[in-house]
């Protein structure tokens, strides 16, 4: 199991915390050669190489890619996992922050993904892994610019799995529900009642409690593995139930 990452490359966006942190530290354990982009980086350690990288700004990713390439000679697997949150109805948030949000969390994917394609095609075990969220698939209140973000990004991932299949590059997402990551950690600081507005969030999840970063990194490690090798085009749902279940309340 150590060694099934052995001698492939993987680019992980927005690697330097949360989700991202956890996904970087699974592949290195498991023998992969690992690229961190980032706006914070972090100390070099072995087999992985921080890189400074804004994904809204295309000539940033092309320049972390190209240096990840050539430090560790090719690539072979990308994580899209930048991103940023957002808040508010339809009337709550004006273009700008629609234009940057939609930059980021998909523009970002494809600014990545397209630079790294012309090494990924010469990999024999391609893969892309796009971070979605639950939010794609199931309406949430007060979420509707983040929610459409990540409604383009699951349709984006079905339209490049489609595109690169007889290229050999898989295309799939991972569609986290309310992880405990810092953006999250942030919001509760901000709420008027923190203790309540955890308890809130936690109980909207079938499972009872919010999902946590090393969980869906897992599910990320599994779609980038060469052993899900006939698997792309596809979704997975790591959200304690909270799209595909409806329980009936506690006391009934």
């Given at each position: 199991?150590?060694?099934?990452?052995?001698?492939?490359?993987?680019?992980?966006?927005g690697?330097?915390?949360?989700?991202?942190?956890?996904?970087?530290?699974?592949?290195?354990?498991?023998?992969?050669?690992?690229?961190?982009?980032?706006?914070?980086?972090?100390?070099?350690?072995?087999?992985?190489?921080?890189?400074?990288?804004?994904?809204?700004?295309?000539?940033?990713?092309?320049?972390?890619?190209?240096?990840?390439?050539?430090?560790?000679?090719?690539?072979?697997?990308?994580?899209?996992?930048?991103?940023?949150?957002?808040?508010?109805?339809?009337?709550?948030?004006?273009?700008?922050?629609?234009?940057?949000?939609?930059?980021?969390?998909?523009?970002?994917?494809?600014?990545?993904?397209?630079?790294?394609?012309?090494?990924?095609?010469r990999?024999?075990?391609?893969?892309?892994?796009?971070?979605?969220?639950?939010?794609?698939?199931?309406?949430?209140?007060?979420?509707?610019?983040?929610?459409?973000?990540?409604?383009?990004?699951?349709?984006?991932?079905?339209?490049?799995a489609?595109?690169?299949?007889?290229?050999?590059?898989?295309?799939?997402?991972?569609?986290?529900?309310?992880?405990?990551?810092?953006?999250?950690?942030?919001?509760?600081?901000?709420?008027?009642?923190?203790?309540?507005?955890?308890?809130?969030?936690?109980a909207?999840?079938p499972?009872?409690?919010?999902?946590?970063?090393?969980?869906?990194?897992?599910?990320?490690?599994?779609?980038?593995?060469?052993?899900?090798?006939?698997?792309?085009?596809?979704?997975?749902?790591?959200?304690?139930?909270?799209?595909?279940?409806?329980?009936?309340?506690?006391?009934?």
């Amino acid at each position: 199991m150590r060694q099934e990452f052995s001698d492939l490359v993987a680019v992980v966006t927005g690697g330097a915390s949360g989700i991202g942190a956890e996904t970087v530290r699974i592949l290195v354990d498991l023998g992969a050669k690992v690229g961190v982009l980032d706006i914070n980086t972090g100390e070099r350690t072995k087999n992985m190489l921080p890189v400074k990288a804004d994904v809204s700004d295309d000539h940033s990713v092309r320049s972390a890619i190209e240096a990840i390439a050539e430090e560790f000679g090719g690539i072979d697997i990308v994580v899209n996992n930048a991103g940023i949150g957002a808040q508010g109805t339809v009337a709550d948030n004006e273009d700008e922050e629609w234009m940057h949000v939609l930059d980021v969390n998909l523009l970002g994917m494809v600014r990545t993904s397209r630079a790294a394609l012309p090494y990924l095609r010469r990999s024999a075990h391609a893969s892309i892994v796009n971070t979605g969220s639950v939010a794609a698939t199931a309406g949430l209140p007060n979420r509707a610019l983040y929610s459409a973000s990540k409604g383009a990004v699951e349709a984006l991932t079905r339209a490049m799995a489609a595109d690169h299949i007889r290229e050999g590059i898989r295309v799939n997402c991972v569609n986290p529900g309310t992880a405990d990551t810092p953006w999250i950690g942030r919001l509760l600081d901000a709420a008027y009642d923190s203790a309540a507005e955890r308890a809130s969030l936690e109980a909207r999840q079938p499972h009872g409690r919010l999902v946590t970063p090393v969980e869906v990194a897992d599910a990320i490690v599994y779609f980038a593995s060469p052993r899900s090798g006939s698997t792309t085009g596809t979704s997975l749902a790591v959200d304690g139930g909270m799209q595909a279940l409806r329980l009936r309340p506690r006391d009934q």
